[in-house]
T-cell receptor, first 115, second 114 residues
């Protein structure tokens, strides 16, 4: 069965410092992996996705993530945090090849950015 | 281009009252449609998904039901709301087929049951 574990429920960084949000997954098949961001009382916005192409995936707003099959990880990084990055981030897995298969969400990581 | 509309944005309902949340998608045909719920302090939980008109799969037994009367319309309903139904409800769609293309989410409905 698929599952996603976000290792930190809350991450705090200073503006201009690097961001690391950790995610481990479990999947029986070749997974597709996503990172979504949710600002307060807003819907979800896709940051980036991995679908068995390049293992280093670049997304919007300077975020990127690296798929490491040996470690079953898909950590999200950004070199320099901005105040506007403060939000909740969700790591998500979906099994490839399953029409209509829905997404499995991690419990989320709240990112706080201080000035 | 494709767009997804979800309404209302916020809703306050008394316990025992009915519920109807609507979601529509434009600019595509035969989408997969989903309803998710986000309870306070928790991740998103899949409630229902649909791969076609009249086809509904339920992931979690609960006080809610879903219907898909038209290809691009997905409705979440309840006959009698419970306090535990409070949460943030998100509709989403993606294109059908073997490859799970990126999902697109609506802007959500904040439901408070009082």
């Amino acid at each position: 069965a698929q599952s996603v574990t976000q290792l930190d429920s809350h991450v705090s960084v200073s503006e201009g410092t690097p961001v690391l949000l950790r995610c481990n997954y479990s999947s029986s098949y070749s997974p597709s992996l996503f990172w979504y961001v949710q600002h307060p009382n807003k819907g979800l916005q896709l940051l980036l996705k991995y679908t068995s192409a390049a293992t280093l995936v670049k997304g919007i707003n300077g975020f990127e993530a690296e798929f490491k099959k040996s470690e079953t990880s898909f950590h999200l990084t950004k070199p320099s945090a901005h105040m506007s990055d403060a939000a909740e981030y969700f790591c998500v897995v979906s099994e490839s090849g399953q029409a209509g298969t829905a997404l499995i969400f991690g419990k989320g990581t709240t990112l706080s950015v201080s000035s | 281009s494709q767009t997804i509309h979800q309404w209302p944005a916020t809703l306050v309902q008394p316990v025992g009252s009915p519920l109807s949340l609507e979601c529509t998608v434009e600019g595509t045909s035969n989408p997969n449609l989903y309803w998710y719920r986000q309870a306070a302090g928790r991740g998103l939980q899949l409630l229902f998904y649909s791969v076609g008109i009249g086809q509904i799969s339920s992931e979690v037994p609960q006080n809610l039901s879903a219907s898909r009367p038209q290809d691009r319309q997905f409705i979440l309903s309840s006959k009698k709301l419970l306090l535990s139904d409070s949460g943030f409800y998100l509709c989403a769609w993606n294109q059908g087929g073997q490859v799970p293309y990126g999902y697109t989410f609506g802007s959500g409905t904040r439901l408070t049951v009082v």
